[in-house]
T-cell receptor, first 115, second 110 residues
């Protein structure tokens, strides 16, 4: 049981390039989330999905797009990368929202550097 | 948007000491959660709190949901080297989203 898998683990982009981060979960979870983690700022929610085919904006959605075509996958796209998007990106999923009975399961992160 | 103020930002303590960290919010939360993140990994849930005034323990960890629903603390007793990591508070203001604090970096000297 792999849990939440993020690919790639590391990536370096030049300003203006595009890329897609993939998150896959094998727990049949309904809810999936993309966060970015920056020093001194904790985890900030970019976009999330409450089910296949649905997406919604989080706290810092600008410059990112997402898609949830299949329940197990949640893709985060950067159409034109900027240095401000240098960060560590975490994907998370949960079955039903809330608490210890259904905690957020996090992937191990993708470290993205935009030069 | 929602903001959580977590303190302290970092702690460097001697093995065996007790640790205390807290989070405050300007608005009411329905749920408070505490996560731990180790290097190279995603955060893992430690404790979840659902009711104002609730005090919950998980081994050497104890957390409380403040009466005003705007704060929470986490205590770690008799710290050990494997306690090192970043501890995050998180709250659920409403809906299916969590807001995270900036984290407390814990280092333990053995």
């Amino acid at each position: 049981n792999a849990g939440v898998t993020q690919t790639p683990k590391f990536r370096v982009l030049k300003t203006g390039q595009s890329m897609t981060l993939l998150c896959a979960q094998d727990m049949n979870h309904e809810y999936m989330y993309w966060y970015r983690q920056d020093p001194g700022m904790g985890l900030r929610l970019i976009h999330y999905s409450v089910g296949e085919g649905t997406t919604a904006k989080g706290e810092v959605p600008d410059g990112y797009n997402v898609s949830r075509l299949k329940k197990q996958n949640f893709l985060l796209g950067l159409e034109s990368a900027a240095p401000s998007q240098t960060s560590v990106y975490f994907c998370a999923s949960t079955d039903t929202f809330g608490g210890l009975n259904s905690p957020l399961h996090f992937g191990n992160g993708t470290r993205l550097t935009v030069t | 948007g929602q903001q959580l103020n977590q303190s302290p930002q970092s702690m460097f303590i001697q093995e065996g000491e007790d640790v205390s960290m807290n989070c405050t919010s300007s608005s009411i939360f329905n749920t408070w959660l505490w996560y731990k993140q180790e290097p190279g990994e995603g955060p893992v849930l430690l404790i979840a709190l659902y009711k104002a005034g609730e005090l919950t323990s998980n081994g050497r960890l104890t957390a409380q949901f403040g009466i005003t629903r705007k704060d929470s603390f986490l205590n770690i007793s008799a710290s050990i080297p494997s306690d090192v990591g970043i501890y995050f508070c998180a709250g659920e203001p409403h809906g299916n989203k969590l807001v995270f604090g900036a984290g407390t970096i814990l280092r333990v000297k053995s």
